[in-house]
Structures are given as structure tokens and as C-alpha cells.
């Protein structure tokens, strides 16, 4: 079994940061992608950023571009999102998660699954 920890959510004011920080059992990244996703109360979950480890290529949603980055430590240990001018729309429960497809921005391609994180932002 593989389990995704995620883990640097809070509370915090609009324009402000967190970097979220997702752990895998095992040495997931060197065979999987990771991505992240964020459901926000009465929504669907949604696509937010993904990495490849292959080519190092990131993907975004429209919404964070500019103001999340993901990125991977030098061990490929762990897969971070770095948040900043955060507004309080981008509150939300963030999830990692693991896939081996080939299309980084589909929910459905994703296998594995954190519990997630809380982000609030306040206005």
C-alpha cells in the first residue's frame, strides 16, 4: 500500500503564504507523478498542480499561475506546494495524490490519495 501524507495547512490572511508538503511511503516519485488537488466546501475537487519527475515539467490551473509552485526535494522524497498571495477563494481541503498515467491535470488518472490538509484564507 502507498500513503500520501499531506501536511503545512492553517490559517492565514489573504496575501499571505503556506508551502504544503506531501510524504510517501516508499520511494513513490521515482515510479509515480504527483499532483495536487483542493475541494472547497460544497464543490468538486479540483486539478491545482502537478509535476512530472521524468522531465521535470509542472502543470497549473489558470487560478494559481503566477502564485503556486511545485516542486519536488533533491532526494525526491517529497512533493511541495508553495502558496503565495493567497486569496479566499483558494480555501479549500488540499489533497496530494500519485498517478502513473500520462495526463497530470485528470483526476480520474490519479490512483493514490492523501487525507489532506485544511488551507483557509481569511479576507
Known amino acids: 500500500q502507498v500513503q500520501l501524507v499531506e501536511s503545512g495547512g492553517g490559517l492565514v490572511q489573504a496575501g499571505g503564504s503556506l508551502r504544503l508538503s506531501c510524504a510517501a511511503s516508499g520511494r513513490i516519485f521515482s515510479t509515480y507523478d504527483m499532483g495536487w488537488f483542493r475541494q472547497a466546501p460544497g464543490k468538486e475537487r479540483e486539478f491545482v498542480a502537478a509535476?512530472?519527475?521524468?522531465?521535470?515539467?509542472?502543470y497549473y490551473v489558470h487560478s494559481v499561475k503566477g502564485r503556486f509552485t511545485i516542486s519536488g526535494d533533491n532526494a525526491k522524497t517529497a512533493v511541495f506546494l508553495q502558496m503565495n498571495s493567497l486569496k479566499p477563494e483558494d480555501t479549500a481541503i488540499y489533497y496530494c495524490?500519485?498517478?502513473?498515467?500520462?495526463?497530470?491535470?485528470?483526476?480520474?488518472?490519479?490512483?493514490?490519495w492523501g487525507q489532506g490538509t485544511q488551507v483557509t484564507v481569511s479576507s
Open positions: 495524490a500519485a498517478q502513473q498515467g500520462r495526463r497530470l491535470w485528470e483526476i480520474n488518472e490519479y490512483t493514490y
Open positions: 509535476i512530472s519527475w521524468s522531465d521535470t515539467n509542472t
